[in-house]
């Protein structure tokens, strides 16, 4: 990490221009990525899961709102992607190859690798986050089982164009809807462009309650709940989650983790998944997700376009601020993208070592800033864009918990650093 001098007695001392002078907000952190839990959505979910209901009725407006053949749930976001994944390859038993985005979570290839299918990266545009069509279409030969659309952060890609791609080279395509459920291209939603959408309800997202579901557009592509167990309600790590995700709580919350991960000497990584998150799970047949999960989920899903007001008007403001700011630069959505979801706001320094202090700056100001796919590290020969992006972009907080003031701040701090820096 770049330092100018302010790493002191183990700690990194706030940059100029990021100490907050407001009375009052001294005990407030904002997260980097929430979406509002209530205790009501608590109450909710534990009597749905004494009822027994919960997990269908989520589970069917997910079909309903895409239009879909079926669908199924799973108790983490990689377990969605390996029962998609592994249903392709047994219809398509001669084909074993996967395209995925090089800028993306590495939950795809880690899916894959214990599949035991392969897989290859594909660049991006660094403009729009979108797939690099170019590179897409080079790409696809005649072991290529399926290409992975990747809405990162929401931005989506020209996912007509793609699907013309896969259905010419007879592949499949898997849309990836962790950040964009609800959203939209060229008055489509996304998620029925491809064979299949694979959701991600972890912490930070849209629908924050944990699990995964696969959703098929492909009548001959059939998945179920039906005679899978249910997981256990992960209660309380959603009512932590409901309590703590608030600023002035997150503040405790930050203060409290950052001790125990200094005594434990590891960051150890809370998630609101139900099941361990690092395997696709060998055991069969894999749970599904509980009543509790899917009631709360199911009341989240109404509140849906009420958040994504939230978060389009603060990437609004963020947009208005940095668009001609010298030294970072703005990320701009595909032509035809609407009900754009907003999750973060990506902002593409011009350096590794900017990117690294802004991001120190405006953690000192309670500012929750985080990096983006750092790891792995690509060949920049190979994929020139999303290696810059992969060393360059940090996201802003949107989530409905951020207020007039926290824009300002970020604002104000990430301007700092520009004037330190130029």
């Keep these: 990490m770049a330092s100018d001098g302010r790493e002191r007695a183990g700690r990194v ?40 209901a919960g997990r269908d009725g989520f589970r069917e407006a997910v079909v309903s709102m895409l239009d879909a053949e079926s669908a199924a749930t799973y108790t983490t976001y990689r377990r969605a992607l390996g029962a998609c994944f592994d249903a392709l390859a047994d219809r398509a038993d001669d084909r074993s190859t996967v395209l995925v985005p090089a800028f993306c979570s590495t939950d795809f290839r880690l899916a894959l690798e214990e599949l035991g299918l392969a897989y290859r990266r594909y660049d991006v545009e660094g403009d729009s986050f979108a797939a690099d069509l170019g590179a897409v ?16 952060l929401g931005y989506s890609s020209e996912m007509d ?10 592949a499949s395509l898997v849309e990836a809807l962790g950040y964009s459920l609800g959203a939209s291209y060229e008055g489509e939603r996304l998620g029925t462009f491809g064979d299949c959408a694979v959701c991600n309800f972890q912490q930070g997202k849209p629908i924050p309650v944990g699990g995964g579901m696969v959703v098929s557009q492909d009548p001959g592509l059939s998945f179920s709940d039906a005679g899978r167990p249910a997981v256990g309600p992960n209660v309380a790590t959603l009512a932590g989650y409901a309590a703590f995700s608030r600023p002035r709580m997150y503040h405790l919350y930050r203060r409290g983790k950052a001790t125990l991960d200094s005594i434990r000497g590891s960051d150890g990584r809370i998630t609101t998944h139900p099941g361990s998150k690092d395997d696709v799970g060998a055991d069969r047949p894999l749970a599904t997700m509980s009543d509790f999960q899917g009631t709360v989920a199911q009341r989240v899903l109404t509140r849906l376009d009420h958040h994504r007001h939230d978060r389009a008007r603060n990437a609004s403001c963020y947009t208005d601020a940095f668009r001609s700011c010298p030294g970072v630069r703005v990320v701009t959505p595909v032509d035809g993208l609407s009900e754009h979801q907003h999750v ?23 500012i929750g800033a985080s990096k983006l796919y750092e790891w792995p590290p690509l060949a920049t020969d190979r994929f020139p864009t999303a290696s810059r992006l992969k060393r360059r972009t940090i996201t802003l907080p949107t989530h409905p918990f951020v207020d007039e003031q926290d824009r300002r701040t970020a604002v104000r701090v990430v301007r700092a650093v520009l004037r330190r820096s130029g």
């Design 161 to 170: 164009v793609l699907a013309r791609l896969c259905r010419d080279a007879g």
């Design 344 to 366: 973060r706001f990506p902002l593409v320094a011009e350096s590794e070592a900017l990117r690294d202090d802004l991001c120190v700056a405006l953690e000192d100001a309670g």
């Design 13 to 52: 001392a706030p940059a100029p221009g990021a100490e907050s002078t407001i009375p009052g907000r001294h005990y407030r952190a904002v997260p980097p990525a929430v979406t509002p839990l209530t205790p009501g959505d608590i109450a909710a979910g534990l009597a749905g899961q004494v009822r027994g």
């Design 137 to 152: 279409e080079s790409a696809l030969d005649d072991d290529v089982l399926a290409v992975v659309a990747v809405n990162v």
